[in-house]
Nanobody
Framework: QRLLVESGGGVVQAGGSLRLSCEAS???????????MGWFRQAPGQDREFVAAIAWSGESTVYADSVKGRFTISRDNAKNTVYLQMNSLKSEDTAVYSC????????????????????WGQGTQVTVSS
């Protein structure tokens, strides 16, 4: 059973929008609301990079400079789901996008490092054509 399932990826023209979803297994993450969540991406031949994160409370978010003002992260704890709304997409946003669950409940801090997370989804491909 996959612990995290991403969806919503696809091919879109530059300037377009996509909304990614990541649903966490209720069996494994019955206390989903206690965990910060993050989105990362990895383009071919490049290292994985941080995109956005949201605190367990949902009250604070943080974004990579490259997506600030274009992407919005949100969560719906009733659905065990975190979202990434991506607007004004650029060709350089092309990558595999993966969601991640923080390594411990109520974890705070920057949440911008891979080491802040313990569980990862398999990812969904986003391709932006110019």
């Amino acid at each position: 059973q996959r612990l995290l399932v991403e969806s919503g990826g696809g091919v879109v023209q530059a300037g377009g929008s996509l909304r990614l979803s990541c649903e966490a297994s209720r069996r494994t993450f019955s206390t989903f609301s206690r965990y910060a969540m993050g989105w990362f991406r990895q383009a071919p031949g490049q290292d994985r990079e941080f995109v956005a994160a949201i605190a367990w409370s949902g009250e604070s978010t943080v974004y990579a400079d490259s997506v600030k003002g274009r992407f919005t992260i949100s969560r719906d704890n009733a659905k065990n789901t975190v979202y990434l709304q991506m607007n004004s997409l650029k060709s350089e946003d092309t990558a595999v996008y993966s969601c991640a669950v923080a390594s411990s409940p109520y974890r705070s801090g920057s949440l911008m490092k891979s080491s802040d997370y313990a569980y990862w989804g398999q990812g969904t491909q986003v391709t932006v054509s110019s």
